[in-house]
């Protein structure tokens, strides 16, 4: 029998009213399916720090699911980010996943996604490492923090990538997670390489359900995620038949999860983009039922 595997479910922060119901309306859908843990992003440079932090604590007052909240270096001081870290802790969130974050998009077409051109606060945490140092100093969070496969764009090398995420183990961080990724061998790969390299901290795969094509593959070339071939040609000429998008997407995402799961990976991170229903359909297809549902079963 196949193993099924834990999940956990990324949302970001809301904007509006309608972002609001959409949010909600996906986390009632996916919240009986018992996640591990769910998270919420924080948005380029800090500007969603008020957002994220009512959203996180929303969640898991009213599903009591474990929230963890991001939390990025960017644009801020030491003290800043301590007192952000402080009030989580306070308002009972006890996971925090650590990261770089990048400068907001400059009209050059500099900063943004994939991050070329950040430049650290000067009195604030300069990368992850630092943040996560500093996080142990605040409290006993548990701590996540980044991994990419296929390499961070900004990163002189692979090794001196997979040198940093091992310094962000040894910091304190306990599970990386990674970058969404569609090459699963550069995944197994990237796994073996950090386990070869003293990284005892789980490498969680991040799976991205698509919902919009190009806009996966505009996010994956600034994130260094290869779109290999045979997976663009199944989207190809798809823009306009969603129905028929959505199922080849769901297909695809659960073929990548159970070749994962068949090679020893037992915690799946989804990349929701608040959305529920492929995340629910591929969930079912690795066999999560909601509780409710399970429970009516036996
Ligand atoms: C699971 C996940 C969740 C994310 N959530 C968010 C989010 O909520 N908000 C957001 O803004 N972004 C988010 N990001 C994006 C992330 O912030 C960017 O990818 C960022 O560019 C790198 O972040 P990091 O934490 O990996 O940085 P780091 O681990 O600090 O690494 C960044 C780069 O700097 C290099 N580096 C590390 N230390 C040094 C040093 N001392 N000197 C020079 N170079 C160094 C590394 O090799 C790497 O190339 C997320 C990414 C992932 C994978």
């Not at 990419?148 to 040198?163: G, K, R």
């Not at 090459?183 to 490498?203: H, Q």
Request: proline share 7%.
């Amino acid at each position: 029998m196949t193993a099924v595997p834990s999940v956990s479910f990324e949302f970001f922060p809301p904007k509006g009213e309608k972002g609001e119901e959409a949010l909600w309306a996906s986390i009632r859908r996916l919240a009986p399916l018992g996640p591990a843990f769910v998270s919420v992003t924080y948005g380029a440079g800090g500007s969603t720090r008020e957002r994220t932090h009512a959203t996180v604590t929303r969640i898991q007052a009213e599903t009591g699911i474990p929230a963890a909240a991001h939390l990025t270096c960017v644009a801020a001081t030491r003290e800043e980010i301590d007192a952000i870290a402080r009030a989580y802790w306070e308002a009972g969130i006890r996971h925090i996943v650590a990261l770089r974050g990048d400068p907001p998009p400059n009209a050059d077409g500099t900063g943004g996604l994939g991050g070329r051109g950040y430049v650290p606060h000067p009195g604030g945490y300069a990368y992850a490492v630092d943040l996560v140092e500093g996080l142990r100093r605040v409290a006993d969070f548990e701590i996540s923090v980044a991994a990419f496969p296929e390499t961070h764009p900004e990163a002189p090398s692979a090794d001196v990538d997979l040198d940093n995420l091992k310094r962000k183990c040894d910091a304190g961080a306990t599970r990386a997670i990674t970058q969404f990724f569609f090459d699963d061998d550069a995944f197994l790969r990237f796994r073996d390489r950090a386990a070869a390299a003293g990284i005892r901290a789980p490498i969680v795969p991040g799976i991205l359900p698509i919902t919009n094509f190009a806009k996966a593959v505009e996010f994956g070339e600034k994130c260094n995620c290869a779109i290999p071939a045979w997976f663009a040609e199944l989207f190809d000429g798809l823009d306009g038949d969603p129905e028929t998008r959505q199922m080849v997407a769901a297909k695809v995402a659960v073929d990548q999860c159970r070749r994962l799961v068949a090679e020893g990976v037992d915690h799946v991170h989804f990349y929701t983009l608040n959305r529920s229903e492929l995340t629910v359909a591929i969930c079912r297809m690795l066999g999560i039922r909601p509780k409710a549902d399970a429970a009516a079963a036996a």
